[in-house]
């Protein structure tokens, strides 16, 4: 025990974004994708969003979901306002 936190509590809070949730557009490739599993590995939970590249973020969920954070990948085209609604109330 380190301070009264086990160890694996004291790594957790050791995660700059632990708790926190990101919501990254474009995420299913490039630099989206890239942006997505940093998040991730910073303890943050991601949500994935794609346009047309449903397999692709169905990958990232699956490397984001192997580093112990939860992911899910909301399709939304970000240039309809309707589907950014839907995508932040899906978010939240």
Do not use: C, W
């Not at 997505?36 to 949500?47: K, S």
């Not at 939860?70 to 399709?75: D, K, L, M, P, Y």
Request: proline share 1%.
């Amino acid at each position: 025990m380190i301070g009264g936190l086990g160890k694996e509590e004291h790594l957790v809070s050791e995660l700059p974004l632990a708790g926190k949730v990101a919501l990254v557009t474009g995420a299913a490739k490039r630099i989206g994708r890239s942006v997505a599993l940093r998040l991730a590995t910073e303890g943050a939970d991601v949500a994935v969003n794609y346009r047309s590249s449903r397999a692709e973020a169905e990958e990232v969920v699956a490397q984001i979901s192997a580093t112990g954070r939860r992911a899910v990948a909301i399709q939304a085209d970000v240039a309809k306002r309707a589907d950014v609604l839907a995508l932040f109330a899906a978010v939240e």
